[in-house]
C-alpha cells in the first residue's frame, strides 16, 4: 500500500513524505510541492 500523499490532486505538486526530505517538498499554498 502506498502512503497518503499532499493534498493535491496535481502529480506534479505530490511529495510523499518519508522518501523525500522535506527540503526538497516546501509548503506551498496548495499543498507540498517538490523543487
Known amino acids: 500500500s ?3 500523499r499532499a493534498a493535491s490532486s496535481d502529480p ?3 511529495c510523499i513524505q ?3 526530505p522535506a527540503a ?3 509548503i ?3 499543498g507540498l510541492e517538490p523543487l
Open 2 to 4: 502506498q502512503r497518503p
Open 12 to 14: 506534479s505538486k505530490v
Open 18 to 20: 518519508g522518501l523525500q
Open 24 to 26: 526538497i517538498c516546501p
Open 28 to 30: 506551498r499554498a496548495g
